[in-house]
């Protein structure tokens, strides 16, 4: 996929897995856009020449990635005197589901994502669409942000699923 949608895909779930989870406004906008920026990172620097590279596109490799991301964000806040330790705990995994969102849409691209790295370099693809499809872009930015908005509706009240 595109790196605008990825970066906004990010963005989307990480925020909606927040909300959906209680947390805080935020922790919804710290874990969106952390998501929104790890998903860059991962595009830029997971990639050699046309490539992607095994360790930044499977889940042992961005799972690595965030536990050592929030621990070196953990050490450093400390460091300067901010005690943040409770709430980064609470946005790790919103911020990991959107990171995870990354392998979710590069499995619909012809390259696929190494599901089993380590273990396997075998690449897996759900579908074999070039990662520019303007269709797949579109939808896929199109279903997270209905998601996002859903959910973001759900939690301020404009929504009630359950008033009769």
């Keep these: 996929m595109k790196i605008s949608t990825h970066v906004l895909v990010g963005f989307c779930v990480a925020s909606s897995a927040s909300l959906a989870l209680g947390l805080s406004y935020m922790h919804m906008v710290f874990s969106g856009a952390l998501s ?25 490799g961005l799972t ?20 943040c330790g409770s709430f980064l705990i609470a946005t790790f995994f919103p911020t990991y589901l959107g990171v995870l969102s990354h392998l979710l849409l590069d499995a619909f691209t012809a390259n696929g994502i190494y599901l089993r790295y380590p273990i396997s370099k075998k690449r897996t693809s759900v579908l074999k669409a070039r990662y520019d499809n303007p269709w797949l872009n579109a939808l ?25």
């Design 36 to 60: 929104a920026v790890m998903n860059w990172a991962i595009d830029k620097l997971g990639h050699k020449g046309f490539r992607r590279s095994p360790f930044m596109h499977s889940p042992f």
């Design 140 to 164: 896929a930015i199109i279903t997270f942000l209905t998601l996002f908005v859903f959910v973001l509706g759900l939690r301020m009240g404009i929504l009630n699923l359950f008033d009769h």
């Design 64 to 83: 690595i990635l965030c536990v050592v991301l929030f621990i070196s964000l953990y050490v450093a806040l400390e460091l300067i005197g901010l005690n």
